[in-house]
Antibody, heavy 117, light 108 residues
Framework: EVQLVESGGGLVQPGGSMRLSCAAS????????MHWVRQAPGKGLVWVSR????????TYADSVKGRFTISRDNAKNTLYLQMNSLRAEDTAVYYC??????????WGQGTLVTVSS | EIVMTQSPATLSVSPGERATLSCKAS??????LAWYQQKPGQAPRLLIY???TRATGVPARFSGSGSGTEFTLTISSLQSEDFAVYYC??????????FGQGTKLEIK
Protein backbone atom coordinates (compact mmCIF):
# COMPACT_ATOMS: atom_id res chain seq x y z
CA GLU A 1 0.00 0.00 0.00
CA VAL A 2 1.36 3.39 -0.97
CA GLN A 3 1.77 5.71 2.00
CA LEU A 4 3.05 9.25 2.30
CA VAL A 5 3.41 10.61 5.81
CA GLU A 6 4.36 14.23 6.39
CA SER A 7 5.87 15.60 9.58
CA GLY A 8 7.62 18.69 10.87
CA GLY A 9 4.86 21.27 10.82
CA GLY A 10 3.97 23.58 13.68
CA LEU A 11 4.08 27.19 14.79
CA VAL A 12 6.96 29.39 13.68
CA GLN A 13 7.57 33.12 13.90
CA PRO A 14 7.79 35.31 10.80
CA GLY A 15 11.28 35.16 9.40
CA GLY A 16 11.88 31.75 10.93
CA SER A 17 12.69 28.39 9.38
CA MET A 18 11.13 24.95 9.34
CA ARG A 19 11.86 21.65 7.63
CA LEU A 20 9.09 19.34 6.53
CA SER A 21 9.59 15.66 5.86
CA CYS A 22 7.54 13.18 3.89
CA ALA A 23 8.21 9.49 4.50
CA ALA A 24 7.24 7.30 1.58
CA SER A 25 6.49 3.58 1.55
CA UNK A 26 4.75 0.99 -0.58
CA UNK A 27 6.38 1.99 -3.86
CA UNK A 28 9.81 2.46 -5.40
CA UNK A 29 10.41 6.01 -4.19
CA UNK A 30 13.53 6.53 -6.27
CA UNK A 31 11.54 6.01 -9.49
CA UNK A 32 9.19 8.93 -8.97
CA UNK A 33 9.35 12.68 -9.13
CA MET A 34 7.77 14.15 -6.02
CA HIS A 35 5.89 17.39 -5.37
CA TRP A 36 4.80 19.63 -2.53
CA VAL A 37 1.35 21.25 -2.71
CA ARG A 38 -0.05 23.60 -0.09
CA GLN A 39 -3.47 24.79 0.99
CA ALA A 40 -3.99 27.94 3.02
CA PRO A 41 -6.84 27.74 5.56
CA GLY A 42 -10.17 27.74 3.73
CA LYS A 43 -8.48 28.17 0.37
CA GLY A 44 -7.63 26.06 -2.66
CA LEU A 45 -4.67 23.93 -3.67
CA VAL A 46 -1.45 25.53 -4.86
CA TRP A 47 1.61 23.78 -6.23
CA VAL A 48 4.81 24.68 -4.36
CA SER A 49 7.76 22.68 -5.63
CA ARG A 50 8.88 19.52 -7.41
CA UNK A 51 11.99 17.37 -7.60
CA UNK A 52 13.06 14.73 -10.06
CA UNK A 53 13.69 11.15 -9.04
CA UNK A 54 17.45 11.58 -8.77
CA UNK A 55 17.20 14.80 -6.80
CA UNK A 56 19.29 16.89 -9.19
CA UNK A 57 16.49 18.92 -10.78
CA UNK A 58 14.09 21.13 -8.88
CA THR A 59 11.53 23.82 -9.63
CA TYR A 60 9.60 26.21 -7.42
CA ALA A 61 6.58 28.45 -7.46
CA ASP A 62 7.55 32.11 -7.75
CA SER A 63 6.06 32.77 -4.33
CA VAL A 64 8.63 30.53 -2.61
CA LYS A 65 11.62 30.74 -4.95
CA GLY A 66 14.80 31.63 -3.10
CA ARG A 67 13.25 30.81 0.29
CA PHE A 68 12.26 27.14 0.03
CA THR A 69 14.45 24.18 -0.92
CA ILE A 70 13.14 20.77 -1.89
CA SER A 71 15.37 17.73 -1.52
CA ARG A 72 15.16 13.98 -1.13
CA ASP A 73 17.05 11.05 0.31
CA ASN A 74 16.28 8.00 -1.77
CA ALA A 75 18.12 5.73 0.67
CA LYS A 76 15.68 6.82 3.37
CA ASN A 77 12.64 7.08 1.07
CA THR A 78 12.09 10.60 2.33
CA LEU A 79 11.23 13.91 0.72
CA TYR A 80 12.03 17.23 2.38
CA LEU A 81 11.03 20.86 2.17
CA GLN A 82 13.32 23.36 3.88
CA MET A 83 11.45 26.60 4.39
CA ASN A 84 13.34 29.77 5.32
CA SER A 85 12.31 33.41 5.76
CA LEU A 86 8.77 32.31 6.45
CA ARG A 87 5.93 34.77 6.03
CA ALA A 88 2.37 34.86 7.30
CA GLU A 89 1.17 34.01 3.80
CA ASP A 90 3.07 30.71 3.97
CA THR A 91 0.59 29.50 6.59
CA ALA A 92 -0.98 26.41 5.10
CA VAL A 93 -1.33 22.66 5.19
CA TYR A 94 1.57 21.24 3.20
CA TYR A 95 1.00 18.01 1.30
CA CYS A 96 3.55 15.83 -0.39
CA UNK A 97 2.11 14.22 -3.49
CA UNK A 98 3.16 11.59 -5.98
CA UNK A 99 2.50 12.49 -9.60
CA UNK A 100 0.90 9.86 -11.82
CA UNK A 101 1.29 11.69 -15.12
CA UNK A 102 0.82 15.29 -14.09
CA UNK A 103 -2.09 14.59 -11.82
CA UNK A 104 -1.50 13.24 -8.33
CA UNK A 105 -2.57 9.72 -7.46
CA UNK A 106 -1.31 9.68 -3.88
CA TRP A 107 -1.21 12.39 -1.26
CA GLY A 108 0.03 12.52 2.29
CA GLN A 109 -2.31 13.53 5.09
CA GLY A 110 -0.71 16.97 5.26
CA THR A 111 1.12 18.90 7.94
CA LEU A 112 0.04 22.34 9.13
CA VAL A 113 2.53 25.19 9.16
CA THR A 114 1.45 28.31 11.00
CA VAL A 115 3.56 31.44 10.67
CA SER A 116 2.64 33.88 13.40
CA SER A 117 4.16 35.94 16.17
CA GLU B 1 -0.04 30.23 -16.75
CA ILE B 2 -3.31 28.48 -17.52
CA VAL B 3 -6.16 29.62 -15.27
CA MET B 4 -8.77 27.06 -14.25
CA THR B 5 -12.21 28.41 -13.33
CA GLN B 6 -14.78 26.24 -11.60
CA SER B 7 -18.49 26.89 -11.33
CA PRO B 8 -20.57 27.19 -9.35
CA ALA B 9 -18.65 28.01 -6.18
CA THR B 10 -21.31 26.19 -4.17
CA LEU B 11 -23.82 23.66 -5.41
CA SER B 12 -26.76 22.51 -3.28
CA VAL B 13 -28.20 19.15 -4.29
CA SER B 14 -30.44 16.62 -2.57
CA PRO B 15 -29.23 13.06 -1.96
CA GLY B 16 -30.14 10.79 -4.84
CA GLU B 17 -30.11 13.61 -7.36
CA ARG B 18 -27.55 14.34 -10.07
CA ALA B 19 -24.80 16.90 -9.61
CA THR B 20 -22.98 18.60 -12.47
CA LEU B 21 -19.80 20.56 -11.81
CA SER B 22 -18.03 22.69 -14.39
CA CYS B 23 -14.37 23.52 -14.98
CA LYS B 24 -13.10 25.86 -17.70
CA ALA B 25 -9.52 26.41 -18.77
CA SER B 26 -8.19 29.74 -20.04
CA UNK B 27 -6.61 27.91 -22.97
CA UNK B 28 -6.82 24.40 -24.32
CA UNK B 29 -5.48 21.66 -22.06
CA UNK B 30 -6.52 18.83 -24.37
CA UNK B 31 -7.61 15.96 -22.13
CA UNK B 32 -4.96 16.65 -19.47
CA LEU B 33 -7.52 17.30 -16.77
CA ALA B 34 -8.03 15.71 -13.36
CA TRP B 35 -10.75 15.96 -10.72
CA TYR B 36 -10.21 15.59 -6.99
CA GLN B 37 -12.53 15.24 -4.02
CA GLN B 38 -11.58 16.74 -0.67
CA LYS B 39 -13.45 16.22 2.58
CA PRO B 40 -12.85 18.38 5.65
CA GLY B 41 -9.56 17.60 7.34
CA GLN B 42 -8.53 15.16 4.62
CA ALA B 43 -6.12 15.21 1.71
CA PRO B 44 -7.48 15.47 -1.81
CA ARG B 45 -8.40 12.18 -3.47
CA LEU B 46 -7.93 11.62 -7.20
CA LEU B 47 -11.28 10.80 -8.83
CA ILE B 48 -10.80 11.32 -12.56
CA TYR B 49 -7.73 11.69 -14.76
CA UNK B 50 -7.26 12.26 -18.46
CA UNK B 51 -10.64 14.07 -18.32
CA UNK B 52 -12.75 10.90 -18.23
CA THR B 53 -10.87 7.95 -16.68
CA ARG B 54 -11.92 6.97 -13.19
CA ALA B 55 -9.10 6.38 -10.75
CA THR B 56 -8.81 3.06 -8.97
CA GLY B 57 -11.67 2.40 -6.58
CA VAL B 58 -13.80 5.35 -7.66
CA PRO B 59 -17.49 4.45 -7.93
CA ALA B 60 -19.12 4.38 -11.33
CA ARG B 61 -21.53 7.18 -10.35
CA PHE B 62 -18.62 9.59 -10.90
CA SER B 63 -17.96 10.47 -14.53
CA GLY B 64 -15.88 13.07 -16.29
CA SER B 65 -16.26 14.54 -19.74
CA GLY B 66 -14.96 17.30 -21.95
CA SER B 67 -11.80 18.33 -23.73
CA GLY B 68 -10.04 21.49 -24.73
CA THR B 69 -11.29 24.22 -22.44
CA GLU B 70 -14.57 22.91 -21.01
CA PHE B 71 -14.96 19.99 -18.64
CA THR B 72 -17.69 18.48 -16.51
CA LEU B 73 -17.74 16.20 -13.49
CA THR B 74 -21.07 14.44 -13.05
CA ILE B 75 -22.17 12.51 -10.00
CA SER B 76 -25.19 10.55 -11.12
CA SER B 77 -26.94 9.84 -7.81
CA LEU B 78 -25.53 11.64 -4.82
CA GLN B 79 -24.68 9.65 -1.74
CA SER B 80 -24.12 11.20 1.67
CA GLU B 81 -20.38 10.60 1.40
CA ASP B 82 -20.15 12.63 -1.81
CA PHE B 83 -20.73 15.99 -0.15
CA ALA B 84 -17.31 17.58 -0.28
CA VAL B 85 -15.22 20.10 -2.18
CA TYR B 86 -14.19 19.20 -5.72
CA TYR B 87 -11.18 20.58 -7.54
CA CYS B 88 -10.12 20.35 -11.15
CA UNK B 89 -6.46 20.50 -12.20
CA UNK B 90 -4.82 20.67 -15.61
CA UNK B 91 -1.52 19.04 -16.49
CA UNK B 92 -1.15 20.14 -20.07
CA UNK B 93 2.09 22.05 -19.83
CA UNK B 94 4.52 23.27 -17.24
CA UNK B 95 4.86 25.49 -15.33
CA UNK B 96 2.83 24.82 -13.29
CA UNK B 97 -0.10 22.46 -13.23
CA UNK B 98 -2.77 24.72 -11.79
CA PHE B 99 -5.91 23.91 -9.84
CA GLY B 100 -9.35 25.47 -9.97
CA GLN B 101 -10.64 27.28 -6.90
CA GLY B 102 -13.03 24.46 -6.03
CA THR B 103 -16.75 23.75 -5.96
CA LYS B 104 -18.36 22.97 -2.63
CA LEU B 105 -21.09 20.36 -3.00
CA GLU B 106 -23.52 20.68 -0.12
CA ILE B 107 -26.67 18.95 0.95
CA LYS B 108 -29.87 20.69 -0.05
Amino acid sequence: EVQLVESGGGLVQPGGSMRLSCAASGFTFSSYWMHWVRQAPGKGLVWVSRINNDGDYTTYADSVKGRFTISRDNAKNTLYLQMNSLRAEDTAVYYCARPRNGDYDYWGQGTLVTVSS
Amino acid sequence: EIVMTQSPATLSVSPGERATLSCKASQSVGSFLAWYQQKPGQAPRLLIYDASTRATGVPARFSGSGSGTEFTLTISSLQSEDFAVYYCQHYKNWPPYTFGQGTKLEIK
